[in-house]
């Protein structure tokens, strides 16, 4: 099978790349992609605390543990890799700001996965949607004030249809840009070069998901997934300490809602739970899907789309208690006439 054509994808990165070559060395290129990452996750990290305060906080505990977790810093310099997490900070630096409303979200989204593959590689693309869409759920829940919006939990009821709906939306958003850009390369090179392009990125994505060539690799679904958590190390026993924690500190946490008879407060942060539970499953099916993909690649670059599932469960396991301390320090928040305050 022939794999040597990549006209299929977009090669973005190479817009920023050759540039810098003129005057730097690789070594020099990824000390200053380490350094642009590590600039933007510190902004993303001063922003959360300053908007969101405690919550935002354990929002960025979860981002740092995982990005550290799997590599993330070694990982930004291998330079394609670096594209995908820098996308992903950028855009989560986007949600903490953008207006909460479905076509705003849908936009925005759409930008976000054009510009994933744009400069992408197929990497860790998953990054660029799961993490802001973190940020984007946890503001729709429990946040009001901000852009003079007020938070689902703000209305006389949660509405569950509406928190579910917008999660689509995100979702949707992202991957009819992501798709659509990405076939808009194939129209171009089939119409400049008059390359039959299209037939050869068929044959790779029949390749990618296993539809051909899968018994060549030995590749499943499940083997799939086996292999990108066995490539990971010992890592697993840190997600399965995370859940562990997360269902003890939700359970107590429910116990005491229902106890003082708060129901909305109980649908809301039980709403957020499900949706970072649902969403730490994105990269396993991921890999499912892709299997052969991510079969071969696991060592190299898959793996690390595990980081999604660690960020959200480490999430889960640490809201909890910050949300019941921020429910005990709300009247002095309030009080002090603070503008934005999670749960009061």
Same mark, same amino acid.
């Given at each position: 099978?022939?794999?040597?054509?990549?006209?299929?994808?977009?090669?973005?990165?190479?817009?920023?790349?050759?540039?810098?070559?003129?005057?730097?060395?690789?070594?020099?290129?990824?000390?200053?992609f380490?350094l642009?990452?590590?600039?933007?996750? /510190?902004? &993303? #990290?001063?922003?959360?605390?300053?908007r969101?305060?405690?919550?935002?906080?354990a929002?960025?505990?979860?981002?740092?543990?995982?990005? @550290?977790?799997?590599?993330? *810093?070694?990982g930004?310099? @291998?330079?394609?890799?670096?594209?995908?997490? $820098?996308?992903?900070?950028?855009?989560?630096?986007?949600?903490?700001?953008?207006?909460?409303?479905? *076509?705003?979200?849908?936009?925005?989204?759409?930008?976000?996965?054009a510009?994933?593959?744009?400069?992408?590689? &197929?990497?860790?693309?998953?990054?660029? =949607?799961? &993490?802001?869409l973190?940020?984007?759920?946890?503001r729709?829940?429990?946040? #009001?004030?901000?852009?003079?919006? $007020?938070?689902?939990?703000?209305?006389?009821?949660f509405?569950?249809?509406?928190?579910?709906?917008?999660?689509?939306?995100? /979702?949707?958003?992202?991957?009819?840009?992501y798709?659509?850009?990405?076939?808009?390369? *194939?129209?171009?090179?089939?119409?400049i @070069?008059?390359?039959?392009?299209?037939?050869?990125?068929?044959?790779?994505? +029949?390749?990618?998901?296993?539809?051909t060539?899968?018994?060549?690799?030995?590749?499943?679904?499940?083997?799939?997934?086996?292999?990108? !958590?066995?490539?990971?190390?010992?890592?697993?026993?840190?997600l399965l300490?995370?859940?562990v924690v997360?269902?003890?500190?939700?359970? =107590?946490?429910v116990?005491?809602?229902?106890r003082?008879?708060?129901?909305?407060? /109980?649908? +809301?942060?039980?709403?957020?739970?499900?949706?970072? !539970?649902?969403?730490?499953?994105?990269?396993? =099916?991921?890999? +499912?899907v892709? &299997?052969?993909?991510?079969?071969?690649?696991?060592?190299?670059?898959?793996?690390?789309?595990?980081?999604? $599932?660690?960020a959200?469960?480490?999430?889960?396991?640490?809201?909890?208690?910050?949300?019941?301390?921020?429910?005990?320090?709300?009247?002095?928040?309030?009080?002090?006439?603070?503008?934005?305050?999670?749960?009061?």
């Amino acid at each position: 099978m022939e794999t040597g054509f990549i006209e299929r994808y977009w090669h973005g990165y190479l817009l920023i790349l050759k540039p810098l070559l003129v005057f730097m060395n690789l070594k020099q290129i990824r000390i200053l992609f380490q350094l642009v990452f590590a600039l933007l996750l /510190c902004s &993303l #990290s001063m922003m959360l605390y300053r908007r969101f305060q405690k919550v935002g906080a354990a929002i960025t505990l979860s981002f740092v543990f995982a990005f @550290t977790l799997f590599g993330g *810093w070694k990982g930004v310099i @291998t330079l394609p890799i670096f594209f995908s997490f $820098a996308i992903a900070i950028a855009a989560s630096l986007w949600a903490c700001r953008t207006r909460i409303k479905g *076509w705003s979200l849908f936009v925005g989204f759409a930008f976000v996965g054009a510009m994933t593959v744009y400069f992408d590689y &197929l990497d860790n693309p998953l990054s660029t =949607l799961c &993490l802001p869409l973190v940020i984007i759920l946890t503001r729709a829940v429990f946040f #009001s004030r901000i852009d003079d919006e $007020a938070s689902l939990f703000q209305k006389e009821r949660f509405l569950v249809g509406r928190f579910l709906g917008m999660a689509i939306v995100c /979702c949707v958003g992202w991957l009819i840009g992501y798709a659509l850009f990405w076939g808009m390369k *194939w129209v171009l090179v089939d119409l400049i @070069t008059g390359s039959d392009v299209f037939a050869r990125a068929l044959d790779q994505a +029949a390749f990618r998901v296993g539809v051909t060539h899968a018994d060549d690799y030995g590749a499943s679904p499940l083997g799939a997934v086996k292999r990108n !958590v066995g490539v990971s190390g010992g890592v697993l026993y840190y997600l399965l300490v995370l859940i562990v924690v997360a269902a003890i500190g939700w359970c =107590l946490l429910v116990m005491r809602v229902h106890r003082v008879g708060d129901k909305k407060m /109980c649908i +809301a942060s039980g709403a957020l739970a499900l949706s970072l !539970v649902l969403l730490s499953l994105f990269p396993y =099916l991921w890999i +499912a899907v892709l &299997l052969n993909h991510s079969q071969i690649h696991a060592a190299i670059i898959v793996y690390r789309t595990q980081l999604i $599932a660690y960020a959200c469960w480490f999430l889960l396991a640490a809201l909890p208690l910050t949300l019941y301390r921020n429910r005990q320090e709300a009247p002095k928040e309030r009080a002090s006439g603070a503008r934005e305050f999670p749960l009061r």
